[in-house]
């Protein structure tokens, strides 16, 4: 198992949070399988383990992780052990509950953004929630800008490497823009020799996914906008506004570098109310 964690990270270079998550699903299978090994499992092992995860209380989702790391294990035994077959193939999880991420208004991300910054360390905030709200970009992928890479000001452009080492370029506001060359000057008088990070902390090194978390809640928090706000958040609502704006699916797909679409659709769900407005105020048949 080990073995199949050191080569998802070498060869196929998934993420941390990725063989986190795929650990954890292993951890699960040895519990669930009690000393058999993984080469005698058949499928209605594997359905029995699903019952019980179900039965201790995890929901869809979870499952459906640990599901995925079975069959990802597996497919590795059976390419590089000779083990004869995939017990995890076609073995589905319990449904969840649908549900849909929440989104600020356009009125509650100008809210978090419009106020101008009062010191040093505000100034980089709203630099890095405005490239965050205006490119749509993941909170890793914000947190591992450099300096001298991927930030083009004069193009008005920023290319990140997403999740499987994907690199997809996107437009920056201008919004963004101008916060950018505001906060420039001054990462210079806070970043240490030789960091190479476009975000640092007031002690000069790289500002981490967890400390762009904190600042944003504590900002919400502070201008009362009355919900948690994470950076997922600022990533959902660009992209709910920018559809609801646009119509474009396949341009916001890309934008997001979702690589299939069926991640990007759940955003068509977010405007129905929006959407039905505009059928009653546009349709020739809705109007009263």
Do not use: C
Request: hydrophobic content about 40%.
């Amino acid at each position: 198992m080990q073995a199949w964690l050191d080569w998802l990270a070498t060869q196929r270079r998934v993420s941390p949070l990725t063989l986190t998550a795929y650990r954890a699903g292993l951890q699960a299978l040895l519990r669930l399988a009690e000393a058999r090994p993984p080469e005698e499992l058949q499928p209605a092992d594997i359905r029995r383990f699903v019952a019980r995860l179900h039965g201790e209380g995890q929901q869809g989702r979870s499952i459906a992780r640990h599901l995925s790391a079975w069959r990802g294990f597996y497919r590795w035994l059976v390419r590089e052990h000779g083990v004869r077959v995939n017990p995890a193939l076609g073995i589905r999880p319990p449904k969840s509950p649908s549900t849909l991420p929440r989104v600020l208004s356009p009125e509650q991300a100008n809210a978090l953004l419009d106020p101008e910054p009062q010191n040093l360390l505000e100034t980089r905030d709203i630099a890095m929630f405005e490239l965050f709200y205006s490119s749509g970009l993941r909170v890793a992928e914000l947190a591992g800008l450099d300096i001298d890479a991927g930030l083009d000001l004069a193009e008005g452009l920023v290319t990140v490497t997403g999740k499987r080492q994907r690199q997809r370029t996107v437009p920056v506001g201008g919004k963004a823009i101008e916060a950018l060359r505001h906060w420039l000057p001054l990462r210079a008088s806070l970043a240490t020799a030789g960091e190479q990070a476009l975000f640092v902390t007031r002690d000069g090194h790289r500002l981490s996914t967890r400390g762009i978390a904190s600042r944003l809640s504590t900002r919400a928090q502070a201008l009362g906008l009355g919900v948690h706000v994470h950076p997922h958040m600022l990533r959902h609502s660009f992209a709910s506004h920018l559809l609801q704006s646009s119509g474009d699916l396949r341009a916001v797909q890309e934008l997001l570098g979702h690589a299939s679409i069926r991640s990007t659709q759940i955003y068509t769900h977010l405007d129905f109310q929006h959407l039905a407005a505009v059928y009653d105020a546009a349709h020739p048949r809705a109007r009263k």
